[in-house]
Structures are given as structure tokens and as C-alpha cells.
């Protein structure tokens, strides 16, 4: 049998050919079609070999819909307007995008390929998250720019009861690193095989880890935030251990974030860049935009109860509408400088659980907004913003009442999509709110 050259492609083609020649060799005998489901969950089917080519060219791998309106445990929520009892749960089709086509770094001889969700009519479904921020890009493209992000991911690696399984916290620690193998060195390996990975570090929690991508265009960038945590997820089980991308899993520890490096693109030139000293007229539309909508859009990088534990001062995640220049309190910050090449904002207020399509569309529908509007950002802050600006949304709650208020993020992503996201976002709000809590039981039933 053939080998793959380099598992992680720089050319679409070069992997569409790969797979097509891996099929016909015998070296691919299983081809998983993955897609995503609104909270970013890997869904997809395991497909023989000799039975992927023609449907994947053909009309696609049907499933039920209900699979895309569903909450965190699985819950179908019928109350969505795209799909529901009502309408019967109808087929759509994964139709895989042969040019995301990867081996499985934990079983050779399967591949991956991640696919577009599309509707009786073939048109997109509006309850994919890929194709929203397909419609996002295509607008951003209408106005000149292509965008590129590079996304940061966080997350614990824990004993299976949850427990962390090394104590210490120091942050970029070669000395926790090792103490965290072989899982830690077994990730590594297996990201470099499935992902384009810049590198991985110990984080500020014990058993927190960062991983950070390679800079990509911004469905590519996705793409890759995707696989990653299937990965990651996939290593730590096979070493009896849980990586959990719970945002806040031990109230007395470090959170943990999916921060994206954005930058826009005009004529494969960078838009970015500095006039005497400051940002440029399009990084200003840009950064205006994050800040006018960022109550909006923290819904789609925050999309659980627990996801608003971060959001307090000192703690490395933000906590107000703020901005600044290479300030880590700043919800948004600004790493434009006279080297338009590296020049980039960053936005800080995703949450490690989000789903990286939501978050990187709702991100750039509002630098959308910013540009077409020709916004300009209030002068930047300086020093410690945990307690200047208005503050973030201070619960999922507050966070759904933003997102519906703002028509003009709801236009660029798309009204409908974006209300039946907080419809299955709400479903989380409803159950957590009819809880009991150890917390309340506590706090109250002798004093009350």
C-alpha cells in the first residue's frame, strides 16, 4: 500500500487527489464525513470505502435534521422555525468537501473529510454552521476583503472523575509539560499529523493546556479549530484521560478561551496597518465593529451557562466593551503595527466550548458592520480596563436578550440561522434556571 506525503495540505487539490488515489489504492478503506452541530459537537457517519466516491460526487450521506437543532445533552428542540415536529424532520445531505480530505492520525487506514449540509433543494442549510459563515465571507467579499484568523484553544486535561491529574499552574512550563506526558507528547504528535499546529503549551491551570493554530484563511482556520478538539478529545481517551473544553470547570482556576487573530485581506495585500502611529481607517471600521456589536455577538463564542464564569477582573479573560493596544485585559485588542504582515486584532471573549464557525462568523459579521458603516472606535484605553467600559454580558440570559436586539449582526449572519441558535442557546438558560443548586440549599434553607 501507499503512504500519504504530508498529512496536512496546503492545496485543496493535492488532497482531493490523495483521497481519490487512496481510495482506488486500498490505503483508505473507511472515510468519516464530519460535520458540525450547533454547539460544535463532531457529528458525521463512518462510510466504506467502496461506497463513498459515488454519493460524496452525487447527491451526499443523508441524515435527519433534528441533528442540527439540538442542545448540549442531545435535546432536540422543537420549538426552532428551520426544523421541528411539524415539518416531520426531514433528510438533508453532508455533501463532503473532498479538499479537507485527511488521514486519521489513530487509524491509518481511515479518512476524514468534512462536508457542507445542504437541503432537499440543494440549497444550504441554514442550520449549518459552515454555511453561515460561508454567507458571512461572501459578504465580506462583496466589500473587497478576504479575512485570515488564527485561533488560540484552551482546555484541561483531566482523570475521567474530572479531577485534575497534575496540580501545578505554571503558565509556558517545560517542566508541567513533561509532566503531563505521554498524553501531552502523544497530542502533539497527533495534531502535527491532522491540523496545522503552531504549538502547544501549559496554561495558567493544572492540566490546562493552550493550542495554538497556524494563521489560515477563515473557513480553513474553522476547519482546523473542528478537528482540533475532535483530536484532542479522541487522545485523551485513548490514554484514560478527559480533555474537557468546558470553559470554567473549577471556580478557583483559570478559565479557558478560544481567542481568534483576525486579519483582512484586499488583493492578497494586508488591509491592516499603521498612519502616524495609529490604526488605519480599515482597521478602525474593523475594531469599531467588534466593539458597537461584541454584546451581540458574545453569544456565539459564549453559547453555555457556564461559559460567563470567565468574565471577571484579573483573570486574564475580559470582562468590558473595551479596547486597547497589545493589552490582555481589553476584550478586543489591537495588534496592528507598522508591519501590516503581522498586523491583526484580537478578539478575547470566546469561550473554549464555542462552536468555531459561530464564533469566527459572528466575529466577522461585525467587522462587516464596521466597515460598511465607516464606524469609528472611541479612543483606546490604557492601563487595567477590568473596570472601565460597559461590561459583557453577565449571564447566557443577558447575552440571548443582545444577540435578538441586534438586527443589523442578524442580517449579515442570517435572521433565520441566528434564531433558531438562540432558540437551542435558550434551551440551555431554561434548564439551568429551573435548578436547585448545592450553592442555594446552602446559602438558604436555614436562613430563610
Not at 463532503?96 to 487506514?109: I, K, N
Not at 433565520?416 to 439551568?432: N, P
Request: glycine share 8%.
Amino acid at each position: 500500500m501507499t503512504t500519504t506525503a504530508d498529512p496536512v495540505l496546503d492545496n485543496a487539490d493535492d488532497a482531493a487527489a490523495q483521497l481519490i488515489s487512496a481510495l482506488a489504492d486500498g490505503s483508505v478503506t473507511e472515510v468519516e464525513i464530519a460535520w458540525s452541530d450547533a454547539f460544535g459537537h463532531a457529528a458525521g457517519k463512518r462510510i466504506p470505502a467502496d461506497r463513498f466516491l459515488d454519493r460524496a460526487r452525487g447527491i451526499g450521506f443523508s441524515f435527519c435534521e433534528a441533528a442540527l437543532g439540538w442542545n448540549a445533552e442531545g435535546t432536540v428542540i422543537d420549538s426552532l422555525e428551520l426544523t421541528n415536529w411539524s415539518g416531520g424532520y426531514p433528510d438533508v445531505y453532508a455533501v463532503p468537501d473532498l479538499s479537507t480530505f485527511r488521514r486519521l492520525p489513530w487509524r491509518p487506514s481511515a479518512g476524514h473529510v468534512l462536508c457542507d449540509i445542504v437541503s432537499h433543494d440543494r440549497s444550504p442549510s441554514k442550520l449549518d454552521p459552515r454555511a453561515v459563515l460561508r454567507r458571512v465571507l461572501n459578504r465580506l467579499a462583496g466589500l473587497g476583503y478576504t479575512a485570515k484568523v488564527g485561533v488560540e484553544l484552551e482546555f484541561y486535561l483531566l482523570d475521567p472523575d474530572g479531577s485534575p491529574f497534575q496540580q501545578d499552574i505554571h503558565a509556558y512550563s517545560l517542566e508541567n509539560a513533561n509532566a503531563l506526558d505521554p498524553v501531552l507528547g502523544d497530542l502533539h504528535d497527533t495534531l502535527t499529523r491532522f491540523v496545522p499546529l503552531e504549538g502547544v503549551q501549559t496554561e495558567y491551570g493544572p492540566g490546562q493546556v493552550e493550542t495554538n493554530l497556524v494563521y489560515a484563511d477563515a473557513l480553513q482556520a474553522a476547519d482546523d479549530s473542528a478537528r482540533l478538539k475532535y483530536a484532542a478529545k479522541e487522545v485523551a481517551r485513548r490514554h484514560g484521560k478527559v480533555a474537557s473544553f468546558m470553559p470554567k470547570p473549577f471556580a478557583d482556576q483559570s478559565g479557558s478561551s478560544a481567542h481568534l487573530h483576525i486579519s483582512l485581506w484586499r488583493d492578497g495585500r494586508p488591509a491592516f496597518g499603521t498612519n502616524d502611529g495609529h490604526e488605519n481607517d480599515t482597521a478602525q471600521h474593523a475594531i469599531a465593529g467588534l466593539l458597537n456589536h461584541l454584546p451581540a455577538i458574545t453569544l456565539f463564542g459564549a453559547h453555555s451557562v457556564n461559559a460567563y464564569r470567565r468574565f471577571e477582573p484579573d483573570s486574564f479573560a475580559p470582562a468590558t466593551v473595551t479596547w486597547s493596544r497589545d493589552n490582555r485585559s481589553a476584550a478586543v485588542r489591537s495588534l496592528v503595527s507598522g508591519s501590516a504582515e503581522e498586523s491583526r486584532i484580537e478578539l478575547r471573549t470566546g469561550a473554549s466550548d464555542a462552536n468555531p464557525y459561530w464564533l469566527v462568523a459572528s466575529a466577522l459579521a461585525a467587522i462587516v458592520a464596521g466597515l460598511e458603516a465607516g464606524d469609528r472606535p472611541p479612543d483606546r484605553g490604557d492601563g487595567n480596563l477590568y473596570e472601565r467600559g460597559a461590561p459583557l454580558p453577565e449571564s447566557l440570559g443577558a447575552a440571548l436578550a443582545e444577540t435578538l436586539r441586534d438586527d443589523v449582526i442578524g442580517e449579515i449572519l442570517g435572521t433565520d440561522s441566528v434564531l433558531d441558535f438562540t432558540l437551542i442557546a435558550r434551551s440551555e438558560w431554561v434548564e439551568y434556571s429551573r435548578q436547585v443548586t448545592d450553592w442555594e440549599r446552602r446559602r438558604y434553607l436555614a436562613t430563610s
